[in-house]
């Protein structure tokens, strides 16, 4: 993959302080990782960047909307997103990035590139399940939520051993006594 420039940070030049950068992701940053699961996006990443002498330490803060669908209507809706990371990068032999908050760059390295970790940073942010807040509040009306709850089991009968059934097995039930 591609690394882009502006998430390059050369920090040889830099002095040993804390320094600040700011990001703001929309979908041209997804399209680079080929990730297409938001419509669209807006989300902005605060990184602190603290030199140290024999070390990096970058603090990651992520805040703001992807506009995703619905795992339940597919209806489109702003999902908040609020994540952040703290990274320590050291020097060594050769470059490792095998632990989540660990990175090592070889000697002799002059600049680090945050790529990969705004994209996990706002990706991993997501929910597993993405529900639209109209569907919990019950404000939104869609075809889709009709039709479930048109298909969805409206009555219990009782059984003679005082169970409830669903009144669609019931009349499966009765297929076998027509015989």
Same mark, same amino acid.
């Given at each position: 993959?591609?690394?882009?420039?502006? *998430?390059?940070?050369?920090?040889? #030049?830099l002095?040993?302080? @804390?320094?600040?950068?700011?990001?703001?992701?929309?979908?041209?940053?997804?399209?680079?990782?080929?990730?297409d &699961?938001?419509?669209?996006?807006?989300?902005?990443?605060?990184?602190?960047?603290?030199?140290? !002498?024999?070390? @990096?330490?970058?603090?990651?803060?992520?805040?703001? !909307?992807?506009?995703v669908?619905? $795992?339940?209507?597919?209806?489109?809706f702003?999902?908040?997103?609020?994540?952040?990371?703290?990274?320590?990068?050291?020097? #060594?032999?050769?470059?490792?990035?095998?632990?989540?908050?660990?990175?090592?760059?070889?000697?002799?390295? *002059?600049?680090?590139?945050?790529?990969? *970790?705004?994209?996990?940073l706002?990706?991993?942010?997501?929910?597993?399940?993405?529900?639209?807040?109209?569907?919990?509040?019950?404000t939104?009306?869609?075809e889709?939520?009709?039709?479930?709850? &048109?298909?969805?089991?409206?009555?219990?009968?009782? !059984?003679?051993?005082?169970? &409830? !059934?669903?009144?669609?097995?019931?009349?499966?039930?009765?297929?076998?006594? $027509?015989k």
């Open positions: 993959m591609k690394q882009l420039k502006e *998430y390059t940070i050369p920090f040889v #030049g002095k040993q302080e @804390l320094h600040q950068f700011e990001y703001q992701i929309e979908n041209t940053f997804f399209e680079h990782f080929e990730y &699961e938001f419509n669209a996006s807006a989300v902005k990443v605060d990184l602190e960047f603290n030199k140290k !002498t024999t070390m @990096l330490e970058l603090e990651f803060k992520a805040t703001g !909307t992807v506009n669908n619905c $795992d339940l209507t597919n209806e489109p702003d999902l908040p997103i609020e994540n952040d990371l703290f990274l320590v990068v050291k020097f #060594g032999d050769e470059y490792n990035n095998e632990n989540e908050e660990l990175l090592i760059l070889s000697h002799g390295e *002059y600049e680090v590139n945050v790529q990969q *970790y705004i994209y996990e706002i990706v991993l942010a997501m929910p597993s399940k993405r529900v639209h807040p109209g569907v919990e509040n019950g939104l009306e869609s889709i939520l009709e039709k479930l709850e &048109e298909l969805s089991p409206k009555e219990k009968t009782k !059984t003679s051993d005082d169970e &409830e !059934t669903d009144p669609r097995w019931d009349k499966l039930k009765n297929l076998l006594n $027509d």
